[in-house]
């Protein structure tokens, strides 16, 4: 019966809108007020023991980094320094595009950052050279799935918090999969541009394509500092964090990028984020301590794997699951949901957690772009003043080739594992 009211009432509240944190508490305080063998003791201390976590301190450092860049205009730097790179080749503004989505997310660890930095720039100027708005907003959408696969990522700084999977590792197992999305867009970019005459940017001008390339330079030694730091182990990832939001603070204002007042929008906003996603955390502690208590995931385990021993078919049902919840929750909530049921599930079948970790970012990542929440179609088509229809359109083909990429990740492990492995995480 308990069980019965805490499930049920978290999927009522979340039909419902109600926001997640909410809709996960309500229905726990409930379940503890029901049962005499919970105190409310101890779900206050299920709620406050999470945030008590080491590595749990790089989520605000890099929720920091993320605003910070969108507020020092880093975005745009990049874009004109890539430019300068591409811009004799046809579609050359689409390329840098999916360029800029790759230098970015080893900033921000986040796919709506990514788009929101990018888009407010990359979308107008895409129109106005030519491109279809509503395909520059999809190729802004597909490529800022990069940034929560890519390290440094918030997702996975989350997923091995209530895993207790090694934080580096699962940075690490994002590369060659991002990578992999790189690749599939930049095909898709040149079969889209090749009979497209008009697609292309007038050559800049010798000085100021180096005057160009020598002001951005300073911005790429942030991705060195981030993973050069973890690779040569000067820096445990949330000590990375801390340097690279330290690294672009002082180059921010040494180079006048960003004013007093952009700071303190920065922090403001950078609180606000936090305060939302700490609360969904703490909130889902108590939520996975009480499926825990119920045994839930061994239940769950026990069904599954009566209905079949086969984990590539799990893995399809996880993936199938895994999209419909992503649909309507965005990847931090979804995450703190989701994974005190199907982890134990995962182990059950013998799947690296490492991998498991990347495969359900990628997928829950990909619910950005899906109907019907769409959040990053949404703020794209609000930016670039665009119809929604028209934006989910020129998606689709973007949806189907990520989805491909996804399963070839789901199903051939060696591409998160190699890296990680040979790393020696």
């Not at 969108?70 to 999916?98: E, F, M, P």
């Not at 239940?299 to 893995?315: C, M």
Request: charged letters at 10%.
């Amino acid at each position: 019966m308990e069980l019965l009211l805490i499930l049920g009432g978290m999927a009522v509240l979340l039909v419902l809108r109600v926001p997640v944190a909410f809709a996960m508490l309500l229905p726990s305080l409930a379940y503890i007020g029901m049962s005499p063998r919970i105190s409310m003791g101890v779900g206050v201390q299920r709620v406050t023991a999470l945030l008590d976590s080491f590595p749990l301190l790089a989520v605000p450092l890099f929720i920091f980094v993320g605003f910070l860049a969108n507020a020092a205009g880093l975005a745009d730097k990049l874009i004109k320094a890539l430019l300068v790179l591409t811009g004799k080749v046809r579609g050359s503004l689409a390329y840098v595009n999916v360029n800029a989505s790759l230098v970015f997310s080893w900033m921000s660890g986040s796919a709506l950052a990514d788009s929101a930095a990018l888009g407010s720039v990359l979308v107008p100027t895409m129109r106005k050279n030519g491109y279809d708005p509503n395909f520059a907003a999809a190729i802004t959408a597909a490529s800022s799935t990069m940034g929560p696969i890519m390290p440094p990522s918030i997702a996975a700084v989350l997923y091995a918090v209530l895993t207790g999977a090694s934080v580096a590792a699962t940075f690490f197992a994002g590369v060659v999969p991002a990578l992999l999305i790189f690749v599939a867009l930049t095909v898709y970019i040149y079969v889209y541009a090749r009979n497209r005459t008009e697609l292309k940017v007038e050559p800049i001008p010798r000085e100021e394509a180096v005057r160009t390339l020598l002001g951005a330079l300073p911005i790429f030694f942030a991705p060195v500092i981030l993973l050069g730091g973890i690779l040569g182990g000067i820096f445990t990832p949330t000590e990375a964090a801390a340097a690279t939001a330290m690294y672009l603070l002082i180059l921010s204002f040494v180079c006048r990028w960003l004013t007093l007042r952009g700071l303190y929008q920065t922090l403001a906003q950078t609180a606000a984020t936090t305060g939302r996603v700490m609360i969904i955390a703490s909130v889902g502690a108590l939520f996975a301590y009480i499926l825990a208590r119920e045994q839930i995931p061994q239940q769950a385990a026990g069904f599954l794997i009566s209905l079949t021993e086969n984990p590539i078919l799990f893995l399809l049902l996880l993936n199938i699951f895994l999209l419909l919840v992503g649909m309507v929750l965005e990847p931090a909530s979804a995450l703190l949901v989701t994974v005190p049921i199907f982890y134990p599930i995962a182990q059950e079948y013998g799947i690296d957690p490492i991998h498991l970790g990347v495969v359900v970012i990628f997928n829950l990542t990909l619910g950005l772009m899906t109907p019907p929440v769409c959040l990053v179609l949404h703020m794209l088509a609000q930016v670039g003043n665009l119809n929604f229809g028209g934006v989910l359109r020129a998606t689709v083909p973007l949806l189907v080739i990520l989805f491909g990429v996804l399963l070839v990740v789901t199903y051939v492990p060696a591409l998160t594992l190699t890296l990680p492995r040979l790393l020696g995480f």
